[in-house]
């Protein structure tokens, strides 16, 4: 048994102050209370801010290999989300298994250094060099399964279905690494994928089809009829106002439109983007339970456009956050976005009543729901003891006291302010350094 003593504890209720918490040898909570122990027990000090570890609810951890490496642009030229694909196809072209590993790794630890305990892997880069399956289908995934165990954060792979080059064209070469000709393909690659997940500690798995462009209608409508019904479905939508025109154009209708009326969504589907809504949309799509994956880091850089975060929580959405492509892995610097974007586009300051918390329980809630995780509590007996704490001796947050700690922590913190980030009740990194 081990217990912590938090100067604070973050609680949907608030924060706890002189928060003691007993964890068994597994990491997970045995008690907690604002009252020391009876029993005499060795009791680590901890003089911070506890938090819930964030949620990183979207990432392609072989992206981490470009990042800020497609930034330069001659003169005259066009540069968008279009032409960006190109350099990603060549980084996913160029990728061994042995790569991979290594730079999920580096990528994953970056994410506990900013305070991410769990990560989704949105997974598509399944095949070899040449486009052909490994002999174990699920070679690309274990990988990275193999990469967040270095690493010591917690994964939930989400391998997905990846068909065609756009709505009605074949695939295009450069995407060959990606392809699952037909859904029974896919359904092999995730049954071989949800085994090697039972091999790693703190593992899960997720499904999902890449976006709808990339898979037949058809197909994505019996990918969600035929496989698992107990599991997160992962998909983007709508990221780019082409990607509707070309959805238009080919479906007749909108993406977020099309999902609505032809897939049966509720809170296990989880929407990365959706930047391009109309009214109607933004209000089924929150009546739909369905959680919408906001990646401002990656939005802002690809020029994808802003989220219409304001009129979504108003309908009562709901919203995770991920870093994708990892131009920025800074979940405060994520959260602050999503909010500034609102006040650019409202000229207004409260785009929520209590803007921290709003956005840190969205962020947490949804996120687990994205990981397979449906816990509610931030802290509670019977799980684990999975944080992310900030000094309590920083300037700025040495006098924030518990009314202001939070807003505090989010409008004003990064990595520097991070005392450690615990996993399973244990120091996955403290400090600066890794343990």
């Known amino acids: 048994m081990k217990y912590f003593q938090f100067k604070y504890l973050l609680q949907q209720e608030g924060w706890l102050q002189n928060a003691y918490v007993k964890t068994d040898q597994h990491g997970i909570i045995q008690s907690l209370s604002t009252t020391p122990p009876q029993e005499a027990a060795a009791i680590e000090y901890v003089n911070g801010f506890a938090m819930p570890g964030f949620q990183n609810a979207h990432s392609h951890a072989f992206q981490f ?168 479905f992962h998909l983007h939508a709508a990221e780019q106002l082409k990607e509707v025109e070309d959805s238009v154009a080919f479906l007749k209708k909108r993406p977020i439109e099309w999902l609505l009326e032809n897939v049966p969504m509720n809170d296990r589907f989880h929407l990365v983007h959706c930047t391009h809504m109309n009214d109607s949309e933004v209000a089924e799509l929150a009546k739909s339970k369905a959680h919408a994956v906001l990646c401002p880091g990656t939005e802002g850089n690809l020029g994808d456009g802003i989220f219409r975060l304001t009129d979504f929580y108003h309908h009562g959405g709901r919203w995770s956050i991920g870093t994708d492509s990892h131009i920025s892995l800074n979940p405060l610097e994520d959260l602050r976005w999503l909010d500034y974007a609102q006040r650019f586009t409202t000229h207004k300051r409260n785009t929520f009543d209590d803007g921290a918390t709003v956005l840190v329980n969205n962020t947490l809630l949804a996120g687990r729901r994205a990981m397979g995780n449906s816990s509610q509590a931030y802290f509670e007996v019977g799980q684990p003891l999975d944080a992310v704490v900030y000094d309590a001796k920083a300037p700025l947050l040495e006098n924030a006291g518990s009314n202001h700690a939070l807003p505090v922590i989010l409008y004003t913190a990064d990595s520097s302010k991070i005392l450690g980030t615990m996993i399973n009740g244990r120091w996955a990194l403290q400090g600066r350094a890794y343990i």
């Open 65 to 232: 290999a470009m990042a800020g490496m497609a930034e330069k642009h001659k003169p005259g030229t066009k540069d968008d989300f279009w032409s960006w694909r190109e350099a990603m196809y060549e980084c996913a072209l160029r990728m061994t298994p042995d790569e991979m590993e290594q730079v999920a790794t580096d990528c994953y630890k970056e994410m506990l250094r900013c305070g991410y305990t769990n990560v989704a892997e949105f997974h598509y880069l399944h095949h070899d060099q040449n486009g052909k399956p490994y002999t174990n289908l699920a070679e690309m995934g274990e990988r990275l399964l193999s990469a967040a165990k270095t690493a010591g954060i917690k994964i939930t792979l989400v391998p997905v279905f990846y068909q065609q080059g756009g709505f009605g064209m074949e695939p295009q070469p450069r995407q060959r690494r990606f392809i699952s000709k037909t859904i029974d393909d896919y359904f092999h690659l995730l049954d071989d994928t949800a085994h090697a997940v039972t091999k790693f500690d703190h593992a899960r798995l997720g499904f999902g089809v890449h976006s709808l462009r990339a898979v037949k209608s058809q197909d994505i409508i019996r990918t969600v009829e035929q496989g698992p019904k107990d599991i997160p």
